[in-house]
């Protein structure tokens, strides 16, 4: 598998989760693979993020679980597996957001409760 991603010509992967995460992360390279042009345009030209200033970023590569929980437990994957906060059907989607938000502007270890707490019942 590992040859099969090293060969696409795509800017930002996701394994088992969506690419957008990259960009949502705010800190991964997010954007076009290197040297496409207006005439093949491929995956898009640019790239926006990458705040670590990282010269000569190919791909950025996301993995994430293949099995949610509870049956990750059994494979040797655990993750919580909470619904992502963007999915349409996320129950407690704009409440996480919200706290995720509050927590990114201020940061601090009281607010992690309730943050966790409504991901999970996302």
């Excluded at 690419?19 to 995956?43: D, E, K, M, N, V």
């Excluded at 791909?59 to 049956?71: E, G, I, N, S, W």
């Amino acid at each position: 598998m590992q040859e099969a991603v090293a060969a696409l010509r795509n800017g930002t992967l996701g394994v088992n989760c969506w690419s957008g995460t990259g960009f949502l992360l705010g800190y991964t390279p997010w954007g076009a693979h290197p040297g496409h042009t207006r005439q093949a345009i491929g995956s898009g030209t640019g790239c926006v993020h990458n705040a670590f200033m990282l010269n000569g970023v190919e791909k950025t590569v996301l993995r994430a679980p293949f099995a949610p929980a509870p049956r990750g437990l059994f494979s040797g994957s655990p993750s919580l597996s909470p619904r992502p906060p963007y999915f349409v059907t996320s129950r407690t989607g704009r409440t996480t957001v919200e706290r995720l938000t509050r927590f990114t502007a201020a940061p601090g270890a009281a607010q992690l409760p309730a943050l966790f707490a409504s991901a999970l019942r996302g």
